[in-house]
């Protein structure tokens, strides 16, 4: 028996067949065209192509809860029940979630009881899955880049200050990239950070180990209140090996809550389809 997974983002929909054993076959992956209708559409174009599935599980950008798609800001949807519009049963599940039970399940985090996802992309994103389920909550479970480490630091989307994402994720490291300089190329800041730390320039050097310790600072927080087995370190920016990954590891496998192991994701792209499927499967 197979389940279809379907991992809807904000510029793409990327699907697969998975088995039993995580194993991802015809795997298709189509670019969208722009606005929220077409969002439906290309889901609907998705389940026609794999007509011999037997569940389907949807992984979307935003926040769910029960099975409800309440907002997404990156999809530009609000309260979609896509069950009721498809028209048959599928299991929603917000994707930084479906990333993490994949993780945990067939990953860098497989046989731990409890895991922590973290995911380093423009903002900071989580999962926590104990015993095999992740942890929904009212919706926004996983929304670590807004813990708060400094009051007076600068503004985020949320409406706070100072909020983790705005000191260590993506978005901090493309501001301090852009402070090094002209570079003419439209290169953006994080890359251009990365590739200044990489040829040993100190200021690049300095400025990547203060975002790697706000990093750690953050991620020792969660781990004093989740106690996870396991961290797992995920998204665009750690994906790719180099500086910012290597700094991020290291300065994550210096904590004071946390001793077990921290390892990068296994599964890259893979993951949201992956956890979607697992979502489906969840009884
Ligand atoms: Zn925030």
Redesign the pocket.
């Known amino acids: 028996m197979t389940t279809l997974g379907i991992d809807l983002g904000a510029t793409h929909v990327r699907a697969g067949l998975v088995d039993r054993d995580g194993r991802l076959s015809d795997v298709t992956r189509q670019v969208l065209p722009p606005g929220p209708a077409a969002r439906l559409d290309a889901v609907r174009a998705v389940l026609a192509h794999y007509p011999e599935a037997a569940a389907v599980g949807l992984a979307v950008a935003g926040t769910v809860r029960d099975g409800v798609l309440t907002w997404s800001a990156n999809l530009g949807l609000s309260d979609v029940d896509f069950a009721a519009e498809l028209g048959r049963p599928v299991a929603v599940i917000n994707d930084a979630r479906a990333a993490g039970l994949a993780e945990a399940r067939f990953g860098a985090g497989a046989g731990a009881a409890t895991v922590l996802l973290v995911t380093v992309g423009t903002g900071l994103g989580g999962a926590l899955v104990t015993g095999g389920r992740p942890h929904e909550g009212t919706g926004h479970a996983g929304e670590v880049?807004?813990l708060?480490l400094d009051a007076g630091g600068p503004p985020?989307?949320?409406?706070?200050h100072g909020?983790w994402?705005?000191l260590a994720g993506g978005v901090a490291l493309n501001r301090t990239g852009a402070g090094l300089g002209p570079d003419g190329g439209g290169t953006p800041g994080a890359a251009r950070l990365a590739a200044a730390a990489a040829a040993g320039q100190p200021r690049a050097v300095a400025a990547l180990a203060r975002h790697a310790r706000e990093f750690a600072r953050g991620l020792d927080s969660l781990c004093a209140v989740l106690a996870p087995h396991t961290v797992v370190l995920g998204g665009g920016l750690v994906a790719r090996s180099g500086p910012i990954r290597e700094a991020y590891l290291a300065a994550a496998r210096t904590l004071r809550w946390h001793t077990g192991p921290v390892r990068p994701a296994r599964l890259g792209d893979d993951a949201g389809v992956i956890g979607a499927a697992l979502a489906a499967n969840l009884s």
């Open positions: 880049g807004h708060v985020c989307r949320c409406g706070n909020c994402e705005q």
